[in-house]
């Protein structure tokens, strides 16, 4: 009874870890505010933010956006996450650098956190986030959703287009990197961060999302599929989600084009946020972001 009531009571504080730039902190903060509005009573969320370039007012909005009372926020800089040691691989998307940051959670993270929740910054809570975090995943290095379009290694237009010259069924299931609980003391001794880092340099060329591409061939038998609700990509309309993932355009552009009845639950959690009545980004906006990213590779 002793050992139950301290699982109960460890299960109550949530580790969650996202990683933005300035441009997408408007989007964590809808998040975060999302979380809040969905978890218990006396459950304490502790928030890690991995920050790439987020600028000090950003910081300060973000401050002024979470409810003290819940949510405490560290804040780590893009550069120290990474280990010494480590280095970033080089791959040929326009993808941002940051999308790594996810391979470093269980280095940077405290020791004596056992466990944590990843959540990408596009998403949208829509359900006690206790659930998922009492996950057991004590007999895996993660958890995660299978990817609803994606689904196996095989497919044609983006899986591991090379699965049989690495000796794998074209059967074998391909999870989304969106959400992951990561098992940090399993990462760790299996020396993940590593083996994901040699598989994208070894083979860039068929790493189209690269994180993924290295994640999904390392972890193929060592991930928990959990329930796809809690990875519910915004462009299938099937399933009662209990995260919204805003995958293609983001919920804060103009031209996006995903369910208006989706958007509006971002907008909800937005206006609880400093960044409430924020106008919506143009076209040009997004393509310039991008255009950054790609920049951020060549330097």
């Known amino acids: 009874?002793?050992?139950?009531?301290?699982?109960?009571?460890?299960?109550?504080?949530?580790?969650?870890?996202?990683?933005?730039?300035?441009?997408?902190?408007?989007?964590?903060?809808?998040?975060?505010?999302?979380?809040?509005?969905?978890?218990p009573a006396g459950t304490k969320v502790d928030l890690w933010v991995v920050s790439d370039g987020v600028t000090a007012d950003s910081k300060t909005r973000m401050a002024a956006s979470v409810n003290p009372d819940t949510t405490t926020?560290?804040?780590?800089d893009i550069q120290d996450a990474i280990p010494q040691g480590f280095h970033l691989p080089k791959d040929l998307s326009s993808y941002p650098l940051n999308i790594y940051m996810r391979l470093f959670i269980p280095y940077f993270i405290p020791d004596e956190v056992k466990k944590v929740l990843y959540l990408d910054a596009d998403?949208?809570?829509?359900?006690d986030l206790t659930e998922l975090w009492n996950t057991d995943i004590s007999k895996h290095t993660i958890g995660a959703v299978l990817d609803p379009r994606l689904k196996t290694f095989d497919n044609n237009w983006g899986g591991i287009k090379n699965f049989k010259?690495?000796?794998?069924?074209?059967?074998?299931?391909?999870?989304?990197t969106g959400m992951l609980l990561i098992n940090t003391e399993r990462w760790r001794a299996g020396n993940?961060?590593?083996?994901?880092?040699?598989?994208?340099?070894?083979?860039k060329r068929f790493a189209n999302y690269p994180d993924q591409y290295g994640m999904n061939i390392v972890l193929h038998n060592q991930?928990?599929?959990i329930d796809d609700r809690w990875n519910h990509f915004v462009t299938e309309r099937d399933k009662t989600p209990y995260i919204l993932h805003f995958v293609e355009r983001k919920p804060i552009y103009n031209t996006y084009k995903n369910g208006e009845d989706y958007r509006l639950f971002f907008l909800k959690h937005l206006q609880m946020t400093a960044w409430r009545d924020t106008p919506l980004i143009t076209e040009k906006g997004r393509y310039a972001k991008k255009l950054k990213n790609i920049w951020d590779k060549l330097k």
């Open 1 to 39: 009874m002793q050992v139950q009531e301290a699982d109960k009571q460890k299960s109550t504080t949530i580790t969650l870890v996202v990683v933005s730039d300035d441009h997408y902190m408007i989007l964590v903060a809808a998040l975060i505010r999302s979380v809040e509005a969905h978890v």
């Open 73 to 76: 926020i560290h804040w780590k």
């Open 123 to 127: 998403m949208i809570v829509l359900r």
């Open 165 to 176: 010259a690495l000796g794998f069924k074209g059967t074998t299931p391909y999870f989304n």
């Open 192 to 203: 993940i961060t590593e083996q994901i880092v040699t598989v994208i340099n070894n083979n």
């Open 223 to 225: 991930w928990l599929r």
